[in-house]
């Protein structure tokens, strides 16, 4: 099914100011920690402005990583809505045969809203515990960790919790979050296709692992913001709405080891957090559904940034000024202008020559191994290997003792659908050097492949570094199984 376009509008006629427009994409296209993918602006119910920075693309999946858990945390508000679960109801009791496991009172007296809330009453992360107690059933190992204190009572950002809470949606509905989803609310919303990760448990993670267009975002956040109704028809109860985005528990220097994080201290609510402004949904390298309000918008935004207080700042000063209390006309021009900007996004490409023709012979067939061994946070790469073909330059990357063979860049983007879609840049430096760029066009990381002639190595570095380590030959989105 493919999304019907949402309401458009220019955005003089929504109150909103092109010029805070264009000074939000002017901090952003300045920052040299952010690099933007993709943005949508909607105020008033009618998007104003939307724009995807080349190679990426409006209607490609984008992994959304941490923003999975609001659409999780909305499957659970609809199968509570059915009466297929209760929030008050402990987690063990969704799960009879690890009951003889589960000894300590607190792991027994937890509920669901508390590993909606990420309040299970531990005090860490318990992931790598969780898989290393049971690496098929997480649920089973995180409750066998016993919470430092009473559920309810502390927060702590658990990835375990989510996949609980997406456990027990999946197994009172029988079905995946997404099939689940599909009739209830994806549809409804207009949204196309969706592709979650599942784990080795067979189920779709919840915490993470959903790829899905912008749009679909900016949908999740203007049914939000609509209290639960979209196009006249009710999808979410307003309780629902107003009771997911309420802090259930404080936030207050539970994050402060991480610098500024003035946004993550606003109190948690079920799988989103509230903001200075609003509430959001927010994932992984600055994937963000913001909900404002006070200001009846929404911002739809991926990105590939470890600065995401900085992009929720550039967010407060420039765009949140824009929002007017009424219309602006004689704006046209500014509209205009805004418009053809967005249509024009674009990352800068990596420079790169051709290769060299009076060496092309050396190159042809030469075997590159890492220079200084194996990173342990970089790609687990053995070699590289560089050939000529009918079509260009190819690299074959082999990890893990599979080869996978993308094209070289020779300048501009050159944008490849298998074996997995990438968008590659660069080139020959010069005759003993080549440097390619490789964006993996379904998520949000690049990385940077580069190999010395002379000394027939390559080194390969990661802008931001994928989470959990999947290997390249992973970096795309699923086969969509509904």
């Given at each position: 099914m493919s999304a019907r376009p949402l309401p458009s509008s220019a955005p003089a006629a929504q109150g909103v100011d092109a010029a805070g427009v264009h000074a939000f994409l002017d901090a952003l296209e300045a920052a040299p920690d952010i690099e933007p993918h993709s943005l949508m602006i909607l105020r008033h119910g009618r998007l104003v402005a939307s724009g995807w920075w080349a190679?990426?693309?409006?209607?490609?999946?984008?992994?959304?990583?941490?923003?999975?858990?609001?659409?999780?945390?909305?499957?659970?508000?609809?199968?509570?809505?059915?009466?297929?679960?209760?929030?008050?109801?402990?987690?063990?009791?969704?799960f009879p045969e690890f009951e003889a496991d589960i000894t300590d009172p607190r792991s027994r007296s937890m509920l669901v809203r508390h590993v909606a809330?990420?309040?299970?009453?531990?005090?860490?992360?318990?992931?790598?515990?969780?898989?290393?107690?049971?690496?098929?059933?997480?649920?089973?190992?995180?409750?066998?960790?016993?919470?430092?204190?009473?559920?309810?009572?502390?927060?702590?950002y658990n990835q375990p919790a989510t996949f609980a809470l997406a456990a027990i949606v999946q197994r009172?509905?029988?079905?995946?979050?997404?099939?689940?989803?599909?009739?209830?609310?994806?549809?409804?919303?207009?949204?196309?296709?969706?592709?979650?990760?599942?784990?080795?448990?067979?189920?779709?993670l919840g915490f993470t692992g959903l790829h899905g267009t912008t749009d679909a975002i900016a949908r999740l956040g203007q049914l939000y913001l609509g209290e639960g109704v979209w196009e006249g028809e009710r999808l979410l109860s307003r309780e629902w709405v107003a009771e997911a985005t309420?802090?259930?528990?404080?936030?207050?220097?539970?994050?402060?080891?991480?610098?500024?994080?003035?946004?993550?201290?606003?109190?948690?609510?079920?799988?989103?957090?509230?903001?200075?402004?609003?509430?959001?949904?927010?994932?992984?390298?600055?994937?963000?559904?913001?909900?404002?309000?006070?200001?009846?918008?929404?911002?739809?935004?991926?990105?590939?940034?470890?600065?995401?207080?900085?992009?929720?700042?550039?967010?407060?000063?420039?765009?949140?000024?824009?929002?007017?209390p009424e219309p602006l006309f004689g704006r046209e021009a500014d509209d205009t202008a805004l418009r053809d900007r967005l249509a024009l996004l674009a990352l800068p490409p990596s420079e790169g020559k051709p290769a060299p023709p009076e060496r092309a012979s050396e190159w042809t067939g030469a075997e590159f191994t890492p220079a200084g061994g194996l990173?342990?946070?970089?790609?687990?790469?053995?070699?590289?290997?560089?050939?000529?073909?009918?079509?260009?330059?190819?690299?074959?990357?082999?990890?893990?003792?599979?080869?996978?063979?993308?094209?070289?860049?020779?300048?501009?983007?050159?944008?490849?659908?298998?074996?997995?879609?990438?968008?590659?840049?660069?080139?020959?430096?010069?005759?003993?050097?080549?440097?390619?760029?490789?964006?993996?066009?379904?998520?949000?990381?690049?990385?940077?492949?580069?190999?010395?002639?002379?000394?027939?190595?390559?080194?390969?570095r990661w802008c931001t570094t994928p989470l959990h380590s999947p290997p390249l030959r992973a970096m795309r989105a699923p086969r969509a199984s509904v």
């Open positions: 190679p990426y693309t409006p209607d490609r999946l984008h992994l959304l990583y941490s923003l999975s858990k609001s659409f999780t945390a909305t499957a659970a508000g609809l199968a509570a809505g059915e009466g297929l679960l209760d929030f008050d109801d402990p987690v063990i009791s969704y809330s990420m309040a299970s009453g531990h005090e860490q992360e318990t992931y790598d515990r969780a898989r290393a107690l049971d690496p098929v059933h997480p649920v089973r190992g995180f409750l066998l960790l016993p919470p430092d204190h009473d559920p309810g009572t502390v927060f702590a009172v509905t029988g079905q995946s979050l997404s099939g689940y989803l599909r009739p209830r609310l994806l549809d409804p919303l207009g949204i196309g296709e969706v592709a979650w990760l599942t784990g080795r448990s067979g189920l779709e309420r802090v259930h528990i404080p936030t207050e220097g539970a994050m402060q080891d991480q610098g500024d994080r003035g946004d993550w201290q606003r109190g948690y609510g079920f799988q989103f957090w509230r903001s200075r402004h609003g509430y959001r949904g927010d994932g992984a390298y600055g994937q963000f559904c913001l909900v404002l309000p006070e200001h009846d918008a929404v911002i739809a935004m991926t990105a590939a940034t470890e600065q995401m207080q900085k992009v929720l700042n550039l967010v407060w000063e420039h765009l949140l000024p824009a929002f007017g990173c342990v946070d970089q790609p687990k790469l053995t070699s590289v290997v560089v050939r000529p073909g009918p079509d260009g330059w190819t690299g074959t990357l082999t990890e893990d003792g599979r080869p996978l063979e993308l094209p070289v860049g020779e300048g501009g983007w050159t944008v490849a659908e298998e074996p997995l879609p990438v968008a590659v840049s660069g080139g020959w430096a010069d005759a003993d050097n080549l440097a390619v760029e490789l964006v993996f066009l379904e998520t949000p990381h690049r990385l940077t492949v580069s190999c010395s002639l002379p000394e027939r190595t390559f080194t390969a």
